[in-house]
Structures are given as structure tokens and as C-alpha cells.
């Protein structure tokens, strides 16, 4: 005990600058066996690719059932977008779903409408809190201003390259699925409430993954910070 409260009044100590603004999130919700979801696969590999931005790829599992288990869906990525369809009031989840800065969405398949949302959110004034990782086990969060209930912050890490899956059962068998910056760890590191904080993160489930800390409202509320380990 003696222990945590001396780190805590260092980091409350600790000299945290202007927070530069954080890129803008892109969350596409996919599935292999969707049929449908091609044309938002390739799009968000152009968004990956695009400044001021953090494209990640979510695979769902509710797909599963017409024949081909996808390779890279969990439970937890089906769960995190059933809490945006509930935080923007939408009767169901569906694939291709992008939601923007978890304040928007639309069909991932509409480009123009992907790329008009994400230019309004870069647009949009932001306060988020200053955001550093320290080494390759914590990241720590600064104070800024907060909503009632706080905020969750959330570890993801997700496979920068472009990942190709030949899918060999289902509506796409036979179908070559190409995927870029596909998550493959997300974990809730805590509770966020304006103050300074700093939260342990988990080691890699493998080598070569990306790290990105999201500091948002709570079950699917709206990004207020982020931030990429090495940038």
C-alpha cells in the first residue's frame, strides 16, 4: 500500500504537457464469411494508411454459424460493438459497421460517407488528457476534463500489416479476405476520472503487434484520448 500511494504522488507530480491532438479512431466491425464487408476490408486499408488517423480492424463472431469460423473474431470484439449499438441507439449490430471517434457511424461499405465522417471528427474540438507510455509495461494518463460516470481506458493491439485469409467454407468460400491492422489483444485497463493515473499493460500475445491505449466514455461512450506506443 505504502508502494502504490508513493507512485501515485510521483505521477501526480510528474510534469504533463499540452496533449497533442489524438489521432481520429476508425473502427471497422467485419467478418470474414460476410459477404458484404470486401469493399470495407479494402477501404480501411486506404484509411490505415491516411495521416491523422487509426484505422483497426474488429472481426465478429456472429457470422460464424453460415459455415466459416473467422480466424481473428472474439467475443469481446462482438461485445464492443453490441455497446456502440446500444450507446447510438441502433436496433442491431451488422457487418460492414465503421464507427468514428464513438460518436458516429455508418455501413463500412460507404466510402465517401467513411471519409466525410472522419474529416467532421478531425474537425471536432478536442481537450484530450496527455497520454505517454512509459517503457513497454505502463501507460500513463493525465488529468483533463471528464463526464459523469468517468472513462474506461482500453489496451488494443492490433497487426499493422495486411493479413490475406482464403476462406474455404461459407457464403465467401473461395474468396481471398485481405485485412489490415486486425486486432488481436483488447483488454480494459480501468477507470479513468480526470486525475492522474497510471495503468500496468499486459504483456503481447505475440510479436510484431502495435499498441494503442483509447481513453473513452464508458460501455461504448465517445474517444477522449489516444495514444500509440512509439509515436
Not at 471519409?115 to 494518463?141: C, E, H, K, W, Y
Request: glycine share 10%; charged share 25%.
Amino acid at each position: 500500500m505504502r508502494i502504490t500511494a508513493l507512485f501515485s504522488l510521483i505521477l501526480v507530480a510528474l510534469p504533463f504537457g499540452a496533449a497533442a491532438k489524438p489521432p481520429v479512431l476508425v473502427e471497422l466491425f467485419t467478418a470474414q464469411g460476410c459477404r458484404t464487408c470486401r469493399d470495407a476490408d479494402a477501404h480501411m486499408g486506404k484509411l490505415a494508411e491516411r495521416p491523422g488517423v487509426l484505422a483497426l480492424t474488429f472481426s465478429v463472431d456472429y457470422w460464424d454459424y453460415l459455415g466459416w469460423t473467422d480466424t481473428f473474431a472474439r467475443p469481446e470484439y462482438t461485445a464492443r460493438q453490441r455497446a456502440y449499438v446500444t450507446r447510438l441507439k441502433l436496433r442491431e449490430p451488422y457487418t460492414p459497421q465503421v464507427v468514428v471517434d464513438g460518436r458516429q457511424e455508418t455501413q463500412g461499405q460507404k466510402a465517401s460517407e467513411v471519409d466525410r465522417l472522419v474529416r467532421i471528427a478531425a474537425t471536432q474540438t478536442r481537450n484530450p488528457p496527455d497520454m505517454r507510455f512509459v517503457g513497454s509495461r505502463r501507460v500513463d494518463v493525465g488529468s483533463g476534463r471528464i463526464g459523469r460516470g468517468g472513462a474506461e481506458v482500453w489496451l488494443i493491439r492490433y497487426d499493422p500489416r495486411s493479413v490475406e485469409v482464403t476462406v474455404r467454407a461459407g457464403d465467401n468460400r473461395g474468396e481471398t479476405v485481405v485485412q489490415k491492422n486486425v486486432v488481436r489483444q483488447m483488454q480494459r485497463l480501468g477507470v479513468w476520472r480526470g486525475t492522474p493515473r497510471a495503468f500496468r499493460l499486459p504483456t503481447p500475445i505475440e510479436d510484431g503487434l502495435k499498441t494503442a491505449v483509447v481513453v473513452q466514455g464508458p460501455r461504448g461512450g465517445r474517444v477522449l484520448g489516444l495514444a500509440l506506443a512509439g509515436s
